[in-house]
Each structure stands twice: as C-alpha cells, then as structure tokens.
Nanobody
Framework: QVPLVETGGGSVQAGESVRLSCIGS???????MGWFRQAPGKEREWLGR??????LRYSNDIKDRTTIGLDDAKTMFLQMNSLTPEDTAVYYC????????????????WGRGTQVTVPS
C-alpha cells in the first residue's frame, strides 16, 4: 500500500491559481507520481507525472500553465495557474512503480481526491 492523501482543494476564483499537495507514506524515489482530474460528466483526465529521478511529463492540454514537483521526499505538488470554470473537477494523486502506467491511466495507487471549484 502506498497511501496517498491530497490537500489544497477548495473554491478558487477564475484567473487565480491553485496549489495541491499529495502526501505519501513512502519515499517517492522508487515510484512515479502523477495527477489526474475528473470533471462532472467527463472521463478521468491525466494531467502529468514526475518520476523518482525528477523526470517530468505533462498533458499538452495544461502544460503551459501547470507545474508538478516535489516539496520533499514524501510530498508532491501541482500548481495550476489561470484557472477557468472548465478546471472544476476532483483532482487525484496517483502512483505506480512505472511511469507508463500513469500515462496510460492505470496506476496501482490512488488518493481519494480533492475538489477544486472555479465558479463561473
């Protein structure tokens, strides 16, 4: 088990930024970590990932306004800027030993998600 807990969600005004954190119970150097989101009525969407060596990859849809990184050995963050109502979703942290699993939407471990709401 790699318990993952997301924090930092809430209501954010359009045009502002949100910073989410994912706290794990294990050090991330042996895992690939990433972020997904699921908007109401839509499929879950992969946002990006960071490998244990610090290699980053982002979805083309959000890469220009999103940063993923590590605050410390157990905490990953996602910062997304210039939010719009279309960014309203539940944001999930996920992990797998293989980055390909994250990029294909099938990581072994998931957090419970944190809601981000951008009012219109």
């Amino acid at each position: 088990q790699v318990p993952l807990v997301e924090t930092g969600g809430g209501s954010v005004q359009a045009g502002e930024s949100v910073r989410l954190s994912c706290i794990g119970s294990k050090y991330y150097d042996a895992y690939c970590m990433g972020w997904f989101r699921q908007a109401p009525g839509k499929e879950r969407e992969w946002l990006g990932r960071i490998s244990g060596f610090g290699s980053l990859r982002y979805s083309n849809d959000i890469k220009d306004r999103t940063t993923i990184g590590l605050d410390d050995a157990k905490t990953m963050f996602l910062q997304m800027n210039s939010l719009t109502p279309e960014d309203t979703a539940v944001y999930y942290c996920a992990s797998d030993r293989h980055c390909a699993a994250l990029e294909q939407g099938r990581p072994a471990y998931w957090g419970r998600g944190t809601q981000v709401t951008v009012p219109s």
